[in-house]
């Protein structure tokens, strides 16, 4: 049963510190595992809470350049809390992982989980031997958290690794999920929808209770489950999202045949409540960190344990057909044939204000264009640093006017902000054969053809 903390723990949780005589401070000692996305933006912001933070990595290259203030991803108002944090003598970065957890109340695991080669099940590779590490250093309690994503049933395993290793250390293990969404992440941790914590006993409560406490007193939602439940809310919330973007994508193929516009239908639907309009914007299929490991991952839960996740099996397979329909739209658009043709791609990463490529469509799509022949030139504001290895043989440029030179039809792949107010004159003007596969919906089909270009696509538009 989910209860809300304001019940279970007014006496024992967060309302009750203030008065407590109790073994829990205010500022908290903090040790996370693995300075990846999840892991750098939740110690940083948990410096910014006033605990104090130690990030660990094995990767020497990536703390000198934390320890330098140099952050390894782009995440807009990360570097200024690092900052901050830094100079405040609150966070700090160390590849000595004992010494790291030597007196700390809680240790957040955030390491990787990639979808496992051949099956789809997550990796827990790295998360176990994690828990070894951390077995091998506890010196006194602690609380064991999982941050990274992980199937149910991890957090046992996690605490069964931890026992066997030190059968007389004492330790909780609690299910601690994120919802940060790339570009936004460190909105979403310091003002966040709600946080989730599994946790089975009251000595990790009280811990959780003093490390969220700042969002509590400011009536932020903190649900307290149990861990398997926690488990699952982050992949049952994560494939529902998905299902949304799959969903519309659908309607948008149906767009196209009836003569609909798909962004009316999107606008209509996300009036009424019971929807929403988020992640109803039709385009090129989902991609990221998130969204195809973990309904990957949430599919083969379900057929572990005999109750096919039917929907979100479905959800995946549109994905994939979703990015076939693109590299469709675009050769028709080309007469059928990109052979030989210089196509402009403006956006490879997954999506606006991140350098993730991740399973971004672009690494399906791009390629498809290069082997059929196309000479592609690549325009990205951040993507140029990982996609250079996952794009080869394309042009990378800085400039969308100078990449839609001589090119013969420009593609909006991933909708930047510095995408969205280009002058299509100029742009038209300078092209070989101007003609725009717009796979965000960016612009209207008026704008572009009144702007000078011979033909336009866009998804789900008549």
Same mark, same amino acid.
């Given at each position: 049963?989910?209860?809300?903390?304001?019940?279970?723990?007014?006496?024992?949780?967060?309302?009750?510190?203030?008065?407590?005589?109790?073994?829990?401070?205010?500022?908290?000692?903090?040790?996370?595992?693995?300075?990846?996305?999840?892991?750098?933006?939740?110690?940083?912001?948990?410096?910014?809470?006033?605990?104090?933070?130690?990030?660990?990595?094995?990767?020497?290259?990536?703390?000198?350049?934390?320890?330098?203030?140099?952050?390894?991803?782009?995440?807009?108002?990360?570097?200024?809390?690092?900052?901050?944090?830094?100079?405040?003598?609150?966070?700090?970065?160390?590849?000595?992982?004992?010494?790291?957890?030597?007196?700390?109340?809680?240790?957040?695991?955030?390491?990787?989980?990639?979808?496992?080669?051949?099956?789809?099940?997550?990796?827990?590779?790295?998360?176990?031997?994690?828990?070894?590490?951390?077995?091998?250093?506890?010196?006194?309690?602690?609380?064991?958290?999982?941050?990274?994503?992980?199937?149910?049933?991890?957090?046992?395993?996690?605490?069964?690794?931890?026992?066997?290793?030190?059968?007389? %250390?004492? =330790?909780?293990?609690?299910?601690?999920?994120?919802?940060? +969404?790339? *570009? #936004?992440? /460190?909105? &979403?941790?310091?003002?966040?929808?709600?946080?989730?914590?599994?946790?089975?006993?009251?000595?990790?409560?009280?811990?959780?209770?003093?490390?969220?406490?700042?969002?509590?007193?400011?009536?932020?939602?903190?649900?307290?489950?149990?861990?398997?439940?926690?488990?699952?809310?982050?992949?049952?919330?994560?494939?529902?999202?998905?299902?949304? %973007?799959? =969903?519309?994508?659908?309607?948008?193929?149906?767009?196209? +045949?009836? *003569? #609909?516009? /798909?962004? &009316?239908?999107?606008?209509?639907?996300?009036?009424?409540?019971?929807?929403?309009?988020?992640?109803?914007?039709?385009?090129?299929?989902?991609?990221?960190?998130?969204?195809?490991?973990?309904?990957?991952?949430?599919?083969?839960?379900?057929?572990?344990?005999?109750?096919?996740?039917?929907?979100?099996?479905?959800?995946?397979?549109?994905?994939?057909?979703?990015?076939?329909?693109?590299?469709?739209?675009?050769?028709?658009?080309?007469?059928?044939? /990109?052979?030989?043709?210089?196509?402009?791609?403006?956006?490879?990463?997954?999506?606006?204000?991140?350098?993730?490529?991740?399973?971004?469509?672009?690494?399906?799509?791009?390629?498809?264009?290069?082997?059929?022949?196309?000479?592609?030139?690549?325009?990205?504001?951040?993507?140029?640093?990982?996609?250079?290895?996952?794009?080869?043989?394309?042009?990378?440029?800085?400039?969308?006017?100078?990449?839609?030179?001589?090119?013969?039809?420009?593609?909006?792949?991933?909708?930047?902000?510095?995408?969205?107010?280009?002058?299509?004159?100029?742009?038209?003007?300078?092209?070989?054969?101007?003609?725009?596969?717009?796979?965000?919906?960016?612009?209207?089909?008026?704008?572009?053809?009144?702007?000078?270009?011979?033909?336009?696509?866009?998804?789900?538009?008549?």
């Amino acid at each position: 049963m989910i209860a809300h903390c304001n019940r279970p723990w007014t006496i024992k949780g967060v309302a009750g510190l203030a008065g407590r005589q109790g073994p829990w401070k205010e500022v908290m000692k903090i040790a996370v595992i693995g300075t990846g996305y999840v892991g750098l933006v939740s110690g940083v912001c948990f410096s910014d809470f006033g605990h104090e933070v130690v990030c660990v990595d094995k990767v020497e290259t990536k703390i000198t350049q934390l320890r330098e203030r140099l952050i390894p991803i782009y995440e807009p108002g990360l570097e200024q809390v690092l900052a901050r944090n830094v100079a405040a003598g609150r966070l700090s970065f160390s590849t000595d992982l004992p010494t790291a957890i030597a007196g700390a109340d809680a240790v957040f695991i955030a390491v990787g989980t990639p979808s496992r080669r051949g099956d789809g099940h997550a990796d827990l590779s790295y998360v176990m031997a994690t828990a070894e590490e951390i077995a091998q250093a506890l010196t006194d309690y602690a609380v064991i958290v999982t941050k990274s994503t992980v199937p149910v049933g991890t957090n046992r395993r996690v605490a069964e690794v931890v026992r066997a290793a030190r059968p007389e %250390i004492e =330790f909780d293990v609690v299910s601690n999920p994120e919802f940060l +969404r790339e *570009g #936004a992440a /460190v909105e &979403d941790f310091m003002k966040p929808d709600r946080v989730i914590v599994g946790v089975e006993s009251d000595r990790a409560r009280d811990v959780m209770a003093a490390i969220y406490r700042p969002l509590y007193l400011r009536d932020f939602p903190i649900i307290q489950t149990g861990l398997e439940t926690a488990e699952l809310i982050k992949y049952a919330a994560n494939a529902f999202l998905a299902t949304k %973007i799959s =969903f519309i994508n659908e309607i948008a193929a149906l767009c196209e +045949r009836v *003569g #609909a516009d /798909v962004k &009316d239908v999107a606008r209509g639907m996300g009036f009424d409540g019971q929807i929403g309009n988020k992640y109803l914007h039709a385009g090129p299929g989902y991609g990221g960190s998130c969204f195809p490991k973990d309904t990957s991952a949430l599919a083969r839960i379900g057929q572990d344990h005999g109750a096919p996740q039917r929907i979100t099996e479905t959800v995946i397979e549109v994905n994939e057909g979703v990015k076939r329909r693109m590299i469709d739209k675009i050769q028709d658009l080309c007469d059928g044939s /990109v052979n030989g043709r210089t196509v402009t791609i403006l956006g490879v990463t997954f999506k606006p204000g991140t350098d993730d490529m991740r399973e971004a469509p672009a690494l399906t799509i791009v390629p498809a264009l290069v082997g059929r022949g196309a000479k592609v030139r690549v325009v990205d504001p951040h993507g140029r640093r990982e996609g250079e290895a996952l794009l080869p043989g394309v042009d990378w440029q800085s400039d969308p006017y100078a990449a839609a030179a001589g090119a013969e039809i420009l593609v909006i792949l991933t909708e930047w902000n510095e995408f969205r107010a280009l002058d299509l004159k100029r742009l038209a003007s300078v092209m070989a054969r101007p003609r725009l596969a717009d796979l965000r919906n960016v612009y209207s089909p008026a704008a572009a053809l009144a702007a000078g270009f011979e033909a336009y696509e866009g998804v789900g538009r008549a």
